[in-house]
């Protein structure tokens, strides 16, 4: 090697060194890994990305542009020198650093150590090193086991979400387990979530941490295998098959395959509604790679639920539903008020069963009501919950469905943009205007609505002050509306307001609110806060005394 070659290597030790010299002087190494028997070591990765005189060493992959602003000096190594005499050179590096590591709590039962370099034909992308300890991996295979046996199999207690954050990679890493069991893995994770099914909270981290898993596997594992795999300009995964995907030996498929479906179906069910699509991706995959299940499953729907959960076939109504399409199907054959009690109740049972609550109705039904409020979509979801709506003895179950659907994040399939709508939305309008019976209802919805993305609610705001006014049954819901408001809502209650009672009303209610909720609850009435102070100054009392509480509680007095 030449001197600038020589110079260069010695950089990037300099920086293999210096990362391990800072992880050897961590002082909560032993406390990290006894939290849970089933972490072994912290690192299992090392990646190391040059560029001249920005040479960068971390145990986060953070891409090509790792190294911050593009080197200013071009590369002395051509690939072939990487290739033949860095890569071996680093390699030893690593290997006499790890060899004093061998027992540390520092390092994981593999360890790699990857390698992005700039070199004088391009950057250069390859494995470095890698090793296994196999006292270490052994003694892992062995707590797993443990762990299966004693705390699942055998166990009747809750378990802890980071243990399950590590056994679910455990179970789908193939330098642990060559060989992939789809059905034992399977049963593992259900048995997981058996045993956490009464801690709501919990049995979602434990879920969560399942479904990433599996996610991990399926994107940088199996997939990989059979599909080249690029990012769309939207930051999506897009697919291709490899033209030489060896799709022949269907048995060695059926495994992995299996637990595709499976993570399919978690994916659709338990997810969050933005996540959902990558379930239906992974079953036209699957698909696509031959499975008739995936083909069947694409049709007719998962096989979460029995047949007579999604199929109801009446003499009032018909009613299908597909969980991959997050889609209900209803025909409704009598217009009467117990064909709409079949399917709302249909799809009420549906919901509490786990299917998505982001999901769209396709409706067949002579009858075209919609609700009094501007702005909703114009969809089929919306015309089958107001020809429901019609008919007041079906309210009381429509509340029920309604607190069911309601979910932060979660929408109606069929809308999209400044229509969109949590699901729940147009049984929430409708028994709102209808009777104050349902305005804690409204009150709920409100405490839910993700007004980040919900515009349409506003428009609720002003039908239902109109049709309820200030009342002091109506302002509790209708302070619920105006916490999650938009500056573009406009109210035009002032005159109702100018009723000292009322006022009075409001204003208890309004200074009971935290302060950074106030000046949102007064804009749509009064404007800026300046503008109020103005009304303030010129009212009389008792008024006067009123206004300026509500300054006082928004903190400009």
């Given at each position: 090697m030449n001197t600038q070659q020589e110079a260069a290597l010695e950089e990037m030790k300099m920086a293999i060194y210096q990362w391990f010299d800072e992880q050897e002087n961590r002082k909560e190494l032993e406390a990290a890994v006894k939290r849970t028997t089933l972490q072994i070591g912290i690192f299992n990765e090392l990646v190391l990305n040059y560029r001249p005189g920005k040479t960068v060493v971390d145990d986060v992959n953070l891409g090509h542009n790792a190294a911050g602003k593009k080197s200013m000096n071009a590369s002395p190594f051509t690939q072939e020198q990487i290739l033949h005499e860095v890569q071996p050179l680093l390699s030893e590096i690593v290997r006499e650093r790890l060899d004093k590591l061998k027992t540390s709590p520092l390092i994981d039962y593999r360890f790699t150590l990857q390698g992005t370099f700039a070199t004088t034909d391009g950057l250069v992308e390859l494995i470095v090193f890698e090793t296994v300890f196999e006292e270490k991996k052994q003694q892992l295979l062995q707590r797993i086991q443990s762990y299966i046996e004693e705390k699942l199999e055998k166990g009747c207690y809750p378990t802890k979400p980071l243990e399950t954050f590590f056994l679910a990679r455990h179970l789908l890493d193939p330098y642990l387990f060559h060989e992939l069991e789809a059905a034992r893995t399977i049963a593992v994770f259900e048995r997981i979530q058996a045993l956490n099914k009464e801690r709501a909270q919990a049995l979602a981290e434990h879920r969560g941490n399942i479904i990433q898993a599996m996610k991990d596997w399926a994107e940088e594992i199996f997939l990989a295998r059979y599909f080249d795999v690029t990012r769309s300009e939207y930051w999506t995964n897009e697919y291709k098959m490899k033209p030489d995907a060896a799709l022949d030996n269907k048995d060695e498929l059926n495994q992995p395959i299996d637990l595709l479906l499976y993570s399919?179906?978690?994916?659709?069910?338990?997810?969050?509604?933005?996540?959902?699509?990558?379930?239906?991706?992974?079953?036209?995959?699957?698909?696509?790679?031959?499975?008739?299940?995936?083909?069947?499953?694409?049709?007719?729907?998962?096989?979460?639920?029995?047949?007579?959960?999604?199929?109801?076939?009446?003499?009032?109504?018909?009613?299908?539903?597909?969980?991959?399409?997050?889609?209900?199907?209803?025909?409704?054959?009598?217009?009467?008020?117990?064909?709409?009690?079949?399917?709302?109740?249909?799809?009420?049972?549906?919901?509490?069963?786990?299917?998505?609550?982001?999901?769209?109705?396709?409706?067949?039904?002579?009858?075209?009501?919609?609700?009094?409020?501007?702005?909703?979509?114009?969809?089929?979801?919306?015309?089958?919950?107001?020809?429901?709506?019609?008919?007041?003895?079906?309210?009381?179950?429509?509340?029920?469905?309604?607190?069911?659907?309601?979910?932060?994040?979660?929408?109606?399939?069929?809308?999209?943009?400044?229509?969109?709508?949590?699901?729940?939305?147009?049984?929430?309008?409708?028994?709102?205007?209808?009777?104050?019976?349902?305005?804690?209802?409204?009150?709920?919805?409100?405490?839910?609505?993700?007004?980040?993305?919900?515009?349409?609610?506003?428009?609720?705001?002003?039908?239902?002050?109109?049709?309820?006014?200030?009342?002091?049954?109506?302002?509790?819901?209708?302070?619920?509306?105006?916490?999650?408001?938009?500056?573009?809502?406009?109210?035009?209650?002032?005159?109702?307001?100018e009723c000292e009672d009322k006022l009075s009303l409001f204003v208890q209610h309004v200074e009971s609110l935290p302060d950074y909720e106030i000046e949102r609850v007064l804009y749509p009435i009064w404007g800026k806060l300046e503008k109020l102070s103005v009304i303030a100054r010129k009212a009389q009392e008792p008024r006067k005394g009123l206004l300026l509480r509500l300054l006082k509680a928004a903190g400009n007095i």
């Open positions: 399919a179906v978690m994916i659709i069910r338990y997810e969050p509604n933005y996540n959902k699509s990558k379930g239906k991706t992974y079953l036209e995959l699957a698909s696509q790679l031959g499975s008739v299940k995936a083909t069947r499953m694409l049709k007719e729907g998962s096989d979460a639920f029995a047949r007579e959960d999604v199929h109801l076939k009446h003499e009032l109504a018909e009613c299908k539903a597909n969980d991959v399409f997050s889609l209900v199907t209803v025909v409704i054959r009598k217009e009467e008020a117990g064909a709409y009690e079949q399917a709302i109740s249909f799809i009420f049972s549906l919901l509490r069963k786990g299917f998505p609550k982001s999901y769209k109705i396709k409706l067949k039904s002579s009858v075209r009501e919609s609700l009094p409020v501007k702005g909703l979509a114009k969809s089929d979801t919306h015309r089958f919950f107001a020809n429901a709506l019609a008919y007041t003895e079906l309210h009381l179950l429509l509340e029920e469905y309604a607190r069911e659907a309601m979910k932060e994040f979660e929408w109606y399939e069929d809308t999209e943009g400044e229509k969109n709508v949590m699901p729940g939305s147009y049984a929430v309008f409708g028994l709102g205007l209808s009777s104050e019976q349902y305005f804690p209802l409204v009150e709920a919805y409100m405490g839910l609505v993700d007004d980040e993305h919900q515009l349409v609610h506003d428009k609720f705001t002003v039908v239902f002050a109109e049709t309820h006014g200030v009342t002091e049954q109506s302002i509790p819901a209708l302070i619920a509306c105006l916490r999650c408001s938009h500056d573009s809502l406009k109210l035009k209650i002032q005159p109702e307001l």
